[in-house]
């Protein structure tokens, strides 16, 4: 079933009185919501006590739980320290992921702004396989690491780089952020046909039945001649992608994915919106 959720704590949150992650779910089922993308992207701080409660509270409010592994994350860089370290990082984040009893985690891939794209994704191509051996012998196995498309044009991480990562086992799942895809695009995705692309390109790599779970990010997202600049609310109509058109796209392909909002400060009233928008075009095509 699709999931509708926010990254993060809305500002609201904290504006009525609330103070830890722990009563996010609660705050979230209240809203109508089913998923929750914790943030461990500034560094994995979580104690095992915390993450533990969050877990608990997720489960008995029926939000399915994801984290976000720290952005600094880079497996295609030059400097093998780098590599090292996004190794541990990743499965940082999945111990945390066991503890709370999330079955995905978000990646950043990284940069190639000093070395060829094409060497840069040999490079993380062959640290997502190690690392996934690591998580095998940790036990970590079932906990699925989810490369995300990024908004940058010096980043790895174009739709067809990260569904290549997705060929390296089929535990892996795309998170297909299609504001980053708009941004690094200069603004790409202006109609359902657009949209309709992308899912037709990610079903021709993974197949149709891999495509229907995948994850997503969706906010209006500035850009600039580099790609993304910064994020931004629904009300901010300026800016694109739009929800409108994708939202179609889910309901006659019957797919499933996790939808999880980035918007700057509302994230979780903009997935309410976001959801809003999705039952409509259910009413309409189903």
């Known amino acids: ?36 993308e914790y943030s461990c992207s500034k560094g994995v701080k979580v104690g095992e006590a915390t993450a533990r409660e969050i877990g608990l509270q997720a489960m008995e409010n029926n939000i399915f739980l994801s984290i976000h592994a720290p952005y600094y994350i880079n497996m295609a860089s030059e400097e093998a320290e780098k590599r090292e370290n996004s190794k541990r990082y990743i499965l940082e984040t999945m111990q945390v992921a066991r503890w709370m009893g999330a079955k995905r985690i978000v990646v950043h891939t990284g940069s190639c702004s000093k070395i060829p794209r094409e060497a840069a994704l040999r490079q993380a191509l062959a640290i997502l396989a190690e690392t996934l051996e690591l998580a095998d012998a940790a036990g970590f196995g079932d906990i699925h690491i989810c490369p995300e498309v990024l908004g940058k044009q010096n980043q790895l991480g174009t739709v067809e780089e990260i569904l290549e990562m997705c060929k390296v086992d089929e535990r892996v799942i795309p998170t297909i952020d299609f504001g980053h895809v708009h941004a690094r695009g200069l603004g790409i995705l202006n109609s359902e046909e657009d949209f309709a692309a992308v899912i037709n390109m990610i079903e021709n790599y993974i197949g149709k039945e891999r495509a229907k779970r995948i994850h997503c990010h969706f906010s209006r997202i500035e850009f600039s001649r580099g790609g993304e ?9 300026q800016y694109g992608p739009e929800f409108e058109h994708l939202a179609p796209i889910l309901v006659k392909r019957r ?30 095509y189903e």
């Open 229 to 237: 600049k910064r994020h931004w609310n629904f009300s901010d109509r």
């Open 255 to 284: 797919m499933e994915p996790v939808i999880i909002c980035e918007s700057r400060g509302m994230m979780a009233e903009d997935a309410v919106a976001l959801k809003k928008i999705y039952m409509e075009a259910r009413e309409k």
């Open 1 to 36: 079933m699709i999931k509708f959720g926010p990254s993060g704590n809305s500002d609201s949150f904290y504006e009525q009185g609330y103070k830890s992650s722990s009563q996010m779910p609660a705050w979230l089922a209240s809203m109508g919501l089913e998923a929750y």
